[in-house]
T-cell receptor, first 109, second 114 residues
């Protein structure tokens, strides 16, 4: 079967760094997406990885290792507005998105 | 502003009611999606349309009936729902299907079935 695993909840301190991990087992691989979803709002696109390595975009970076079926999202200089759920999704061989259950990130002052 | 709008934002309906959810995208995309989001569960893909044609129906019960009159509009018709159907229903769109396009989501309709 197809499966995406990510931690249910994480807590971090304002100004710090946090890494959210995602492991996957899917039928084929055409890329991995990270989305951010604030409570009561739509998910919004953060990053896309299809090749191994690190993609950096401002305070957010995303890493992919296809051989290990593993990705992480790194958030630096955390701000209170970063409190949200972070969704990992893998595009399978049919270009269907397989979603994780999301990681709720709580930022404390 | 995501370019994808959904109405209504909140809906409470009884199990014998019939209602419809509406989604509209202003992005010129060709593919549209319906997802169900329940607390602490992964997003569940329900239906996919590409150029108005349904390409995916993930074993969704017949009490959910989609309609896509054109590439910009998507409806989800609801009838005789069950309490376990209470969830957030998200609409999304993307430029196409067979590429690694990001999906753009609407704000969702929070549905409560009583």
């Amino acid at each position: 079967g197809q499966n995406i695993d990510q931690p249910t909840e994480m807590t971090a301190t304002e100004g710090a760094i946090v890494q959210i991990n995602c492991t996957y087992q899917t039928s084929g691989f055409n890329g991995l997406f990270w989305y951010q979803q604030h409570a009561g709002e739509a998910p919004t696109f953060l990053s896309y990885n299809v090749l191994d390595g690190l993609e950096e975009k401002g305070r957010f970076s995303s890493f992919l290792s296809r051989s290990k079926g593993y990705s992480y999202l790194l958030l630096k200089e955390l701000q209170m507005k970063d409190s949200a759920s972070y969704l990992c999704a893998v595009q399978d061989s049919n270009y269907q998105l397989i979603w994780g259950a999301g990681t709720k990130l709580i930022i404390k002052p | 502003e995501t370019g994808v709008t959904q109405t209504p934002r909140h809906l409470v309906m009884g199990m014998t009611n019939k209602k419809s959810l509406k989604c509209e995208q202003h992005l010129g995309h060709n593919a549209m999606y319906w997802y169900k989001q329940s607390a602490k569960k992964p997003l569940e893909l329900m239906f996919v349309y590409n150029f108005k044609e349904q390409t995916e129906n993930n074993s969704v019960p017949s009490r959910f009936s989609p309609e896509c009159p054109n590439s910009s509009h998507l409806f989800l018709h609801l009838h005789t729902l069950q309490p376990e159907d209470s969830a957030l229903y998200l609409c999304a769109s993307s430029p196409g299907l067979a590429e690694s396009y990001e999906q753009y989501f609407g704000p969702g309709t929070r549905l409560t079935v009583t």
